[in-house]
């Protein structure tokens, strides 16, 4: 009996290392749950690399990427060690590698333009730091075979002289995109989000990024013990190897949870939408032509929708919100009995594009 339950225990954590605890994946993929984006006391941090590891750990994320800065390490008269890999190594070596996944990154650091960008599975953080030409870096880092992201490109500056917090194109990021030096774009960093930042994603073809670029304490910046979140990329890969997880982020496969929102392609989110939203018929409630359909939020984000088509409700409006991991049940006047229904909605708090949200239809069969 004792073995049974300790079997049972084991197999239960390889499965939660494997899958993201925050979404039910499409069948026959794995989803991930990422922070590309981090910083320790090796750069400007407030933390020693390990507890980066623990904060995921706890926080039941898969994946992280240690990524400071290359250019500035403001504790650097107390931390000398002039190896730029030393905080990744520190955080890798401080949990099981089943447990955690952890990528090797740095932080290009050029004021705008070209402005700030991320190297993630690079070989040797200490090759990118080339001084002079901005972009000699992000070429570096290319030669590494390493994923390269634009961060933050909405970030206002007195500095850089961008104090719109509008994401916009220089000609030098044209240039990076065109020789496809740059792969990805943050369209949240910490607290901020960007719709012209996903507007550039979309219309250059970069993979779609949320990370918390987190310095101090995850759970103080956002609030975990309280149910907050950092923002956090999936992932949508075939299985949990580095390998994999890169090909997925060179093909875009991702979506980002940002606060209330999802964001991502209308590709990548509409199966994601499709397996964590669930309706299904209750019948008609005793002798009305009241029709009760109940609907099913599988993932750890609320899901707000608006029904978009011709009936009226009994108890609810056309708005609704279906809170994490629970259901509702709504009534539909339908005025005379159904066998099957077609219910169209608007997702509220998935955007898949400029100043546009996802559309889903149900079909239901009425028994
Ligand atoms: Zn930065
Ligand atoms: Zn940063």
Known sequence: MKIKYLLCLVSLSIFSQNTSKFFKAPEGYLLLGSDLHTHTVFSDGMVWPSVRAQEALRESIEIIAITDHLEYQPHKEDIPNPDLNRSYFIARQSVNEKDLII??????TRSMPPGHFNAIFIKDANKLLVKGDSLAGIIEANKQDAFVFWNHPHWTSKKDGRMDG??????????LFSKNLVHGIEVANEDTYSEEALEIALKNNLTILGTSDIHGLVDWDFNIPDGGHRPLTFILTKDN????IREAL????????????LIGKEENIEPIINSNLKLKSNGYVGETTLLEVKISNLSSASINIEYLGEYTFYKNSKFLSIPPNSSINIQLKTISK??????PFKILNVV???????KLDYDLEIY
């Open 103 to 108: 990528l090797r990154g740095s932080e290009i």
């Open 166 to 175: 509008i994401a916009k194109l220089d000609p030098v990021h044209k240039e």
């Open 241 to 244: 190897s580095q390998s994999s």
């Open 250 to 261: 060179f093909q875009g496969n991702t979506f980002v949870w940002f606060k209330d929102l």
């Open 338 to 343: 159904l066998k099957k229904i077609n219910l």
């Open 352 to 358: 898949t594009g400029l100043r546009k949200s996802l």
